[in-house]
């Protein structure tokens, strides 16, 4: 479906450049979840807008691959590519009340996105009765209501389950949400895992699942990709990645969820921050932080697979396996 | 003895309009925090928890004197809160911008210290004291807010919260617009300050797990109304209140579609003297829809705003 390999984003050009995004390769059947993991400016987020080509000119993205569906997308030039998102690539955002046209009615916004739908709508009585089937999908009580409102005339948690059907609309078959959740509140993030995790049964699309949170990835996703500073450091399925982590990192991340839902006086800490990580080409990014650092880290760690287990990009825990 | 009192605060946010629509009902005056008493403990850490909208920051926010009370008292020790002395600090959300983007964090650190009339002299060493006390280093002196990760500047903003020597901080969801492996620092960092500073902390929050982790107390609050207060392991324990549960039920992986979200109070349209919660309640009875249940103790220090609990309901 999706397919991946050695995807790598820098910001600018020369000695000024930032590289935000390397060696990044995955691949996504149809119909599954994928929990993207990682703090701020880990890159998780310009992975996915790479995908879906939304970002600034003064990136340049390369890849050896980035099939989906069979086309390759960086082949693709601007207008194809505009065919394409929003009816096959689709992207929920973080903040619904900036996702939506302020002065347009909710029902404006689906009107407008029908006509991207490749089946086409016929009179407008059509799309408006499929914007309330799709509203009626993530469970608002009262659809025809809330296509006359304005965005500012529902709550977050509306809104975003607005936007979800906004982007479930035209039936896209790979759906990005990034941080859909980061915003609201207990009860209403509660209610939209809830409705993903029915939707992604019901629909026929892979979603990507961008969060921070490893609880809620845990949840609702099959397999998990933790990135560090731009890179993929562990990637497996969900089950055996929360149970086994193999990288400090998902292990200091899972220990820490691990924590505050148990009952201790100090949290686990990651000294230091995700800004040391970058740029240190030529040797393991996590490096400044990791408790395991040592002389034989100072090199490029690759990806290497780990049986039954998945991709790690570290070499101690193969280590450490063996002395278990 | 309570180090901070707040009896019967009443904060009520004013209905612009038309006189013809406020006459109609289409516009009214809400409280924001409506009727709310409870006493803040000296060594602390009291989490305010509630949903978007339920006036946890509000009621920070009229301890100090950012909102005008429109009835009640807050009491410091007794006395009257005094707004300039910089006992009582804030901590806000969102670091970047209650940070100034054109000053050094010296500079913004040495604000405070010059108001409250420190020496000249000592500025400089206070500053670097302060630096210290948050876990950051001389070198983040002359650094401009955007030069600095998300996390440092959270602790930043703590250290000048601490620069007046407060005796209470607020923190508004302090760490909410923080990463997990940050969180986990700045949650320490508070706790640990509230053991070397004799801090009393009020921490306003949406996430339950950080409230437990953190808190002393827990104050469940609702569109205005106090619902819940008690000790943070008896509230896990056995909460009291429908909504309480509801709350706690999220936590609960396994417990799969229990949050029913019917309507929710809309204060424009909802009967303001009866039961806040009464939309979504399932235990609804009569006389919630008359009047907003007064406060009852359920032992070890907790109470609860809600007819339907009773001793019955304990020994289930």
């Known amino acids: 479906m999706l397919d991946v390999r050695n995807l790598s984003v820098t910001f600018g050009s020369g000695e000024k450049s930032l590289n935000v995004c390397s060696d990044v390769s995955f691949s996504l059947a149809k119909g599954k979840v994928l929990g993207l993991i990682g703090e701020s400016g880990s890159g998780k987020t310009v992975t996915c807008k790479a995908l879906l080509s939304l970002l600034p000119d003064n990136a340049s993205v390369t890849a050896d691959r980035m099939n989906f569906g069979g086309q390759e997308l960086l082949s693709l030039d601007r207008r194809d590519f505009n065919k394409l998102r929003g009816t096959e690539l689709a992207m929920i955002f973080q903040d619904p009340v900036g996702s939506f046209n302020p002065v347009k009615t909710i029902g404006w916004h689906f009107r407008h996105a029908g006509k991207r739908r490749r089946d086409g709508f016929g009179p407008k009585s059509d799309v408006m009765a499929a914007a309330e089937e799709s509203l009626r999908k993530v469970e608002i009580a009262n659809p025809g209501q809330a296509l006359r409102k304005y965005p500012h005339q529902l709550s977050g948690g509306m809104l975003q389950r607005c936007l979800i059907a906004l982007t479930l609309f035209c039936k896209p078959s790979l759906i990005v949400a990034d941080e859909p959740t980061t915003n609201l509140d207990n009860l209403v993030e509660r209610q939209i895992i809830d409705i993903f995790d029915k939707l992604r049964h019901e629909i026929d699309a892979s979603f990507i699942f961008i969060t921070h949170d490893m609880t809620i990835a845990e949840q609702i996703s099959d397999e998990i990709a933790v990135m560090y500073a731009g890179q993929i450091v562990e990637h497996g399925e969900t089950a055996e990645v929360m149970s086994r982590p193999r990288h400090p990192y998902t292990r200091a991340l899972i220990k820490t969820a691990r924590e505050l839902e148990g009952d201790v006086d100090y949290l686990t800490e990651i000294p230091g921050d995700v800004t040391s990580g970058l740029n240190r080409h030529g040797q393991c990014r996590f490096g400044p932080r990791c408790p395991l650092h040592d002389a034989a880290c100072n090199h490029t760690i690759h990806m290497r697979h780990v049986q039954g287990h998945g991709n790690v990009r570290c070499i101690k825990p193969l280590i450490r396996e063996e002395a278990a | 003895m309570s180090i901070l009192e707040f009896h019967d605060a009443v904060v009520t946010f004013k209905a612009r309009g038309a006189m013809m629509s406020r006459l109609n009902g289409n516009m009214r005056d809400f409280n924001a925090v409506d009727h709310v008493s409870f006493g803040v403990q000296e060594g602390e850490i009291l989490g305010i928890v509630g949903e978007s909208g339920s006036g946890k920051t509000t009621i920070c926010k009229a301890a100090l004197g950012l909102h005008k009370m429109s009835g009640g008292t807050i009491t410091e020790n007794g006395q009257p809160i005094r707004l300039n002395d910089g006992s009582l600090q804030m901590v806000f959300q969102d670091p970047l911008s209650s940070l100034n983007p054109r000053q050094t964090i010296a500079q913004s650190l040495e604000v405070p210290l010059r108001l409250h009339g420190t020496p000249k002299s000592e500025i400089s060493g206070r500053v670097d004291r302060l630096l210290a006390d948050v876990g950051l280093t001389r070198q983040f002196r002359n650094r401009f807010p955007h030069q600095v990760s998300g996390g440092q500047l959270q602790r930043v903003a703590i250290a000048r919260a601490l620069a007046t020597n407060p005796r209470v901080l607020f923190a508004d969801?302090?760490?909410?617009?923080?990463?997990?492996?940050?969180?986990?620092?700045?949650?320490?960092?508070?706790?640990?300050?509230?053991?070397?500073?004799?801090?009393?902390?009020?921490?306003?929050?949406?996430?339950?797990h950080v409230a437990r982790f953190l808190c002393d107390r827990i104050a469940v609050m609702y569109f205005g109304k106090l619902l819940e207060i008690g000790p943070t392991k008896e509230i896990f324990r056995k909460p009291c209140h429908p909504y309480t549960q509801v709350l706690l039920g999220t936590l609960d992986k396994d417990q799969a579609r229990h949050a029913s979200m019917r309507d929710i109070f809309n204060p424009m349209r909802d009967d303001l003297v009866a039961c806040r919660y009464q939309n979504r309640c399932p235990h609804v009875m009569p006389q919630c829809r008359q009047r907003h249940p007064a406060h009852r103790d359920c032992g070890a220090g907790q109470t609860v705003a809600c007819y339907f609990y009773s001793e019955a309901t304990e020994v289930e």
């Open chain 2, 173 to 208: 969801e302090a760490v909410s617009k923080l990463d997990v492996s940050v969180r986990a620092q700045v949650l320490n960092l508070l706790k640990r300050l509230r053991d070397s500073h004799k801090l009393t902390i009020i921490f306003v929050t949406h996430d339950l």
